[in-house]
């Protein structure tokens, strides 16, 4: 693989650019607090996260219609407040709540990263989120995208191929012009399957200090990169 | 209409951010002297725009297939070759001046009116140019945009209804919570009458020193600005 036949670079964006996990924590506890909630936010968090998969495969498999991820994180908020036994939300609450996925941290590395490898590349967002929430999100974190890309623009949900190939046309590029970008082995071997190129990049913390997934990049991917910033000096040059 | 009911401001391209006519001129006679080409380049840009609401128009009626711009750009080109005489061109020579689209400058007011109104909106392309020509030309023009928004998501052309009810679904909000920021008045009726607010700002040498359309705005929109400073002023404050 030469950098210089990449004309894009696609990015993963929860767990890959964002700190879900700290995130839903923080503004769990806060809600927690004011709201008087007695909850473990750190397993709410997971809960949340661990709802994800699920939920999309229910899309997958037309048990559900079409619907984003704003739409699903919802459902599984609405299961999760009665398993979680908390009652006293309004629906403005809710919404709020639900919205936390607009708001996501970034990693530290990412927004100086990212700014490195906007020099010589396109880079785009390649997620399961919802166009309405990677925009949000951007903002909220100062990441500056040349383009919004989402599994919602394919009505399909990573890591069907359908989703990477939607983009590489979007892009006007062909698979092979583009690297995937992600710290997740799924996504990435679902990638080259259509011809991206790959690039893993360790959160080996996105689970936090147990994680027990993704922990090292399968052999198949071009490129492994620590952080972010590593990724621009490997791709850009230090 | 009050300022603080808007989140998002989308964006016609051609002709409102960008200056097509003059790059295309310019672009047109730096080819013309490479190449030895006795062409007038003022009339074949014109001719070249001109070509374009007809093709589309084919498109929307069903006589063409879905094809984004850039196909319909070089449908044009190829037969303007042949009307202007031009016979010397290699294939790669069409691709690179097709390409024009994807490199167009920028009105000098765009770039910091955008940078000003980005402070306080949502700011998105919303044109019938395709994905990857808004990439790549905001890319080149130094346009910073929170999310690229297309015909090409609806697979219909402005000023279909399609198109605007796609954008505020991506963008997650209520046509009322758009304005819609056109130097032509077409564009800006068809994205009142689906719920948006509108904002006319002035391009009345777009088509050259004696433009005959879109002069005036239409009494029915909300904002009318004289460039995108004045736009931020009315609308972020001065």
């Known amino acids: 693989m030469n950098p210089s036949d990449i004309e894009a670079l696609t990015f993963d964006i ?9 995130t839903l924590i923080r503004e769990g506890r806060r809600l927690g607090k004011q709201k008087a909630l007695d909850v473990d936010w750190i397993e709410f968090a997971h809960a949340w996260r661990a709802g994800y998969a699920p939920a999309m495969q229910r899309v997958r498999t ?10 699903l994180h919802r459902l599984i908020l609405d299961d999760l407040l009665a398993r979680f036994d908390i009652s006293s939300l309004s629906e403005a609450d809710k919404e709020a709540l ?9 990693w530290p590395d990412a927004r100086d990263g990212l700014e490195r490898l906007r020099q010589r590349f396109i880079v ?37 191929p359908e989703v990477y190939l939607t983009a590489a046309a979007l892009l006007g590029l062909q698979p092979e012009q583009i690297m995937m970008v992600a710290a997740h082995n799924e996504d990435l071997r679902a990638a080259r399957s259509v011809g991206f190129h790959t690039a893993f990049v360790y959160r080996t913390e996105e689970y936090g200090p147990n994680q027990t997934t993704d922990l090292e990049p399968a052999p198949s991917v071009d490129v492994v ?4 910033i590593d990724l621009a000096d490997q791709l850009v040059g230090a």
């Open 124 to 160: 785009a967002t390649l997620s399961n989120g919802n166009v309405a929430l990677l925009t949000n999100m951007a903002k909220h974190a100062g990441l500056r995208w040349d383009c919004i890309l989402s599994s919602e623009l394919a009505h399909h949900y990573k890591p069907d």
């Open 98 to 106: 639900n919205r936390v996925w607009h708001r996501l941290d970034p």
């Open 225 to 228: 990169a620590r952080d972010f």
């Open 14 to 22: 929860f767990g890959t650019v964002t700190d879900w996990r700290s």
């Open 62 to 71: 037309g048990a559900l219609p079409w619907m984003n991820i704003d739409a």
